[in-house]
């Protein structure tokens, strides 16, 4: 969720200690119905009382993880009047970092009603600076907010910042992308138009098919099954999501209410021997859109699994698949045909531990889709 940090470029003159009895405080669950309606008024530009369904929404993505505590978990700024003008909405989130456990927090939205909460606001950003924080970051940040991380001792993921795209239906595609704001292109007389084209352009042009490759085959597979496979291919990251039974089940729980992105589905890459060698995990909407949260392979199996990937998921019908970049694939996923990129909204993360921060300058970490706000329907929703 992109922070609104424009009214909150300074701190009040004279203010030393952002964590001083001003009004910062945890969030509490009856912070929700406050929260909520601020949440409106800043990512919806209404001023209205949340509805049901995002009040518990809130509650259930903010206090529902196995690692919450109030001291992990989101912070709101009142003001004088015992009014909170600004808050910062987080999710705790376990990495392995150099083999130490690590709870770091997911930033998903920063909010600052107006000039109001910008004093608030202000402190609260203080709050993320790098000497505080064992792990914090965001994965869709504006350029003012991420402007503020990087002034905060933090840095930008600039391959993790992008999206890329492959059209497999380009026609249909481009209805269903678009009628994200504009709804009446998915109307199914026009994408049964669109779906005709696409069928004559697939004809002149096979390029447009992705290519299996031989030796391989996708199967489906449980979350369970992705957990595990996901496990041992995480191994070759020195920061990489821990993703115990409890937090990956309550993860993959709350990813599955996002419905406008379609089911949660899991799938295995299969090499000749018979050995699972890459697995990927995405949302499918109606045979439109597949949304890729994450792709996992042994290392030097990148090429064929993610060939494979794009080649079973034209099979199974889909228009075009949609995921975040990952350095240790860029190679491989460029490769293909009608394939783009474009930003997705800037990636940021902080540390107060140098080797986290050497880790992510050298690419050496794996975050993102599951592991990040990929899922949210804060993004998507409300």
Request: proline share 4%; aromatic share 8%.
């Amino acid at each position: 969720m992109k922070a609104d940090l424009r009214d909150a470029q300074s701190a009040p003159a004279g203010e030393t200690d952002p964590c001083r009895a001003a009004g910062i405080r945890a969030m509490e669950r009856a912070d929700v119905p406050t929260i909520g309606k601020l949440f409106n008024k800043i990512f919806r530009q209404t001023d209205r009382e949340a509805g049901e369904d995002l009040k518990r929404y809130l509650e259930t993505v903010f206090f529902g993880s196995p690692h919450y505590t109030p001291e992990c978990g989101s912070v709101v700024h009142e003001n004088g009047a015992g009014d909170i003008d600004s808050a910062i909405l987080s999710v705790p989130i376990e990495f392995l970092v150099h083999g130490r456990p690590t709870v770091a927090r997911l930033l998903c939205a920063f909010m600052a009603d107006g000039k109001a909460g910008a004093a608030g606001a202000a402190r609260l950003a203080r709050m993320m600076r790098a000497a505080r924080q064992d792990m914090c970051f965001s994965d869709s940040s504006s350029p003012v907010s991420a402007d503020h991380w990087v002034a905060g001792g933090g840095i930008v993921l600039p391959i993790q910042s992008l999206e890329w795209r492959r059209a497999f239906r380009p026609f249909v595609a481009g209805a269903f992308l678009a009628s994200r704001r504009v709804p009446r292109l998915r109307s199914r007389i026009l994408i049964g138009a669109l779906a005709l084209a696409d069928r004559a352009l697939r004809w002149r042009a096979p390029s447009t098919k992705p290519s299996s490759v031989p030796g391989f085959e996708t199967r489906p597979a449980s979350l369970n099954e992705f957990r595990q496979c996901a496990g041992l291919m995480l191994e070759r990251f020195s920061v990489r999501p821990a993703w115990s039974i409890d937090e990956f089940d309550w993860l993959a729980g709350v990813a599955s209410l996002n419905r406008n992105l379609g089911a949660l589905h899991c799938r295995k890459v299969i090499c000749e021997s018979g050995r699972t060698v890459g697995a990927f995990l995405f949302f499918g909407n109606e045979k439109g859109i597949a949304n890729v949260l994450n792709v996992l392979c042994e290392e030097g199996r990148e090429f064929a699994v993610t060939a494979e990937m794009f080649a079973s998921l034209d099979r199974e019908g889909y228009a075009a698949a949609v995921g975040m970049a990952q350095p240790f694939l860029m190679n491989a996923i460029s490769r293909q045909r009608r394939l783009s990129f474009r930003h997705r909204g800037y990636f940021c993360i902080v540390t107060r531990h140098a080797d986290l921060m050497d880790a992510a300058a050298r690419n050496d970490i794996y975050i993102g889709g599951l592991a990040s706000e990929s899922w949210s329907r804060l993004l998507t929703d409300f």
